[in-house]
């Protein structure tokens, strides 16, 4: 059942009624992906936190599937893309048909003109197809032959994409992965989850039985609530701290940007709210950190640890600067 409000798009919720509708999704969504609880939070945190989501894993795990349920929960416009090497950047973001009964060019809207974009296996098209997203991502907005056209709020883009390791596949540029959020991989499912979705799955799929939990007026006040959270001054510097430490460890060729900075205080102030805060703690800080960095920076070739053991994946440095950067004393106002 959509819920609807009568109060102004923009203004904050009750922490009851946020609360109501967080959980609501979050029990629709966890019907569909069986012991994803943590994939499910990391969609709805970027959701609510106004920023985009790359999900990569190998073939089979769900991605599309957490995607559409996350699509499925919002009574939106929804639009999907398949990426393929033959996909234009005209083919997503629209094009000028000339109209010859007018003798005038008419815009045509492509699919990125949605609340909620689901780009599947985006790094199975060409970096030139991909950079059509790059202004959207960040602008919210499309040029289109010297014209701007604005995508409506909300707008969220969610994006699967398989190991570049797999065949007919294209590494997303730097500046691609830097617009995303947050990166998440959903893994297999452990054995009792992977017999409970045979069964439920004999039966048609249940997205089919999710209904929408919140329109559009609905999701902009949940925003509105999330841009509330109170983020204190020693926080902030925390969360820059830890930014700032990956542009200087010598194991990182490329560090997190100031983007990544803002991302991850926006990221955090969702994760406070569904937690049933209206502050941010360096936990919230230390927990979205990985996901929130990770797939924007670049490891040296051979890269090591301080202790001269070596570094397997970005994500080992990220935690190590988590746990070596001080914690400032939690407090919900200085």
Same mark, same amino acid.
């Given at each position: ?13 009750? @922490?009851?009624?946020? @609360? ?69 950047? @005209? ?8 109209? +010859? ?38 602008? +919210? ?69 999710? %209904? ?23 926080? %902030? ?6 930014? +700032? ?27 406070? @709210? ?29 890269? +090591? ?30």
């Amino acid at each position: 059942m959509t819920t609807t409000s009568a109060a102004t798009p923009d203004s904050a919720l009750s @922490a009851e009624e946020f @609360a109501e509708l967080g959980a609501g999704i979050r029990r629709a969504m966890n019907s569909v992906l069986d012991g994803k609880p943590d994939a499910v939070d990391a969609a709805l945190t970027v959701l609510l936190a106004e920023g985009h989501l790359l999900i990569e894993d190998v073939p089979g795990v769900g991605k599309t599937m957490l995607a559409r349920a996350l699509a499925r929960c919002v009574d939106a416009t929804v639009s999907r893309i398949q990426f393929t090497p033959d996909l234009l950047p @005209a083919d997503i973001t629209g094009v000028s048909v000339f109209r +010859q009964q007018l003798g005038t060019f008419e815009f045509t809207p492509g699919p990125v003109f949605a609340h909620i974009v689901i780009g599947d296996e985006i790094n199975r098209a060409s970096p030139k197809t991909q950079s059509a997203l790059l202004e959207c991502m960040e602008e +919210q907005q499309v040029t289109v032959d010297g014209r701007t056209h604005h995508l409506e709020s909300p707008f969220l883009v969610v994006a699967t994409q398989n190991p570049i390791e797999m065949e007919g596949t294209y590494a997303l540029p730097e500046a691609q992965r830097d617009r995303f959020m947050a990166r998440i991989s959903i893994g297999y499912p452990d054995a009792e989850s992977e017999a409970l979705m045979v069964r439920d799955r004999e039966h048609g799929s249940p997205l089919d039985r999710v %209904e929408p939990v919140v329109d559009v007026a609905g999701l902009r006040r949940m925003i509105a609530t999330v841009r509330e959270v109170y983020v204190s001054p020693a926080v %902030e510097r925390y969360a820059v701290a830890i930014v +700032q430490a990956t542009r200087d460890d010598s194991a990182l060729r490329l560090g997190a940007s100031p983007r990544s900075t803002l991302q991850l205080v926006r990221a955090s102030r969702a994760r406070a @709210a569904l937690d049933g805060r209206d502050f941010v703690l360096p936990d919230d800080i230390d927990a979205l950190a990985t996901t929130v960095l990770s797939h924007r920076m670049v490891l040296v070739p051979r890269a +090591q640890h301080p202790d001269g053991s070596a570094v397997r994946s970005v994500d080992e440095v990220v935690d190590r600067i988590v746990a070596a950067t001080p914690v400032p004393v939690p407090t919900a106002r200085d």
